[in-house]
């Protein structure tokens, strides 16, 4: 578990985390799809989708895919969660899935879940509480890791502690312990996952790393 603070766990019962507040820049209209493992994911959209995005609408189509019979959303907001649910086809709870914020998503079978959309070439500027945020990082590329996740935040005047990733069921995590310096691991990014990252100051930040 990370340390500088207690973070949410996607095996509790799980409001928008980030908010984006401008319009990005546009590239190509493409389709990618995620995979989804049995058990809790970190998700995020790669794209901008092309048209509003219902959580219930993707629950419906994981739990249809896989063969399944529940899918859940969830989206943390500083000290609560926003959850949608689809217990066999009876939905609960309803949100928009947005570009820059990270979501847990639950399946009780493995899935593919296919987003359509506009690739980005600048990424979207979010607003970020003090404490921990769920995000996405829709225009990250290959090659970089958590440690430009947190110099971007640094950069930004967020004062970031830590930045936290979940694969599997197990929590990958690097806290800057200095200017320019970390400790812990320096995970991959990649856009088609969510990741925690805990900041001391709230802010606007444009949901990258350079």
Known sequence: MPTQTAL??????????STTTSTPSVGQTQTITLPIGVGWNLIALPVSPTLPLQAQNVLTSVVVSSGGSIAELAAW??????TVLDNGGNLQGTMF?????????????????????????????????AGWNLI??????DG???????????????????????VGNTWQTLEQIALGSYRGD????????????????????????P
């Not at 907001?77 to 926003?82: A, F, L, M, V």
């Not at 996405?136 to 590329?141: D, K, N």
């Not at 320096?186 to 790393?209: C, E, I, K, M």
Request: charged share 5%.
């Open 8 to 17: 949410p766990t996607g095996t509790s019962t799980p409001t928008a985390a």
């Open 77 to 82: 907001q500083g000290n609560s969660w926003t």
């Open 97 to 129: 899935l947005a570009l820059g914020q990270g979501y847990f998503m639950y399946t009780d079978q493995a899935a593919s879940l296919p987003v359509s959309g506009i690739s980005m070439t600048v990424a979207p500027t979010v607003t970020l509480a």
């Open 136 to 141: 996405g990082l829709p225009t990250v590329s």
């Open 144 to 166: 970089q890791k958590a440690h430009a996740l947190l110099a971007s935040l640094t950069a930004a005047g967020l004062a970031p502690l830590e930045a936290a990733n979940w």
């Open 186 to 209: 320096d995970f991959s990014l990649s856009p088609t996952q969510g990741y925690f990252v805990y900041v001391q100051n709230a802010g606007s930040w444009r949901a990258q790393a």
